[in-house]
């Protein structure tokens, strides 16, 4: 069974930095693009940002630009999300999710495999 499993979630300080995994099992997903999506309470799912699947495009919503980086680690089937100079406003859930498509995208339907999501605190 095909499962996407986020880790590195916690509580963190403004200005603070924390790194986000997805380690992927059941299947390989060295095709497929990854994204990093959030959401907060009472909002709608983002998209934060998105890699296509040999690393060589990557898209940041803008509120990520200059802050977070995505990477991924095909041979250990693993993306990656950098955060750092964490604001309040970053607070939210963040899920893992992965594309069919092997180019990056940022449309939420474009994703059909979605981990459970970990949380990111981020006080003032």
């Known amino acids: 069974q095909e499962q996407l499993v986020e880790s590195g979630g916690g509580l963190v300080q403004a200005g603070g930095s924390l790194r986000l995994s997805c380690a992927a099992s059941?299947?390989?997903?060295?095709?497929?693009?990854m994204g990093w999506f959030r959401q907060a309470p009472g909002k709608e799912r983002e998209f934060v940002a998105t890699?296509?699947?040999?690393?060589?495009?990557?898209y940041y919503a803008d509120s990520a630009k200059g802050r977070f980086t995505i990477s991924r680690d095909n041979a250990k089937n693993t993306v990656y999300l950098q955060m750092n100079s964490l604001k309040p406003e970053d607070t939210a859930v963040y899920y893992c999710?992965?594309?069919?498509?092997?180019?990056?995208?940022?449309?939420?339907?474009?994703?059909?495999?979605w981990g459970q999501g970990t949380q990111v605190t981020v006080s003032s």
């Open positions: 890699i296509s699947w040999n690393g060589d495009i990557t």
């Open positions: 059941g299947r390989t997903f060295y095709s497929y693009a």
């Open positions: 999710a992965a594309s069919p498509k092997p180019s990056a995208t940022h449309w939420l339907h474009d994703y059909n495999y």
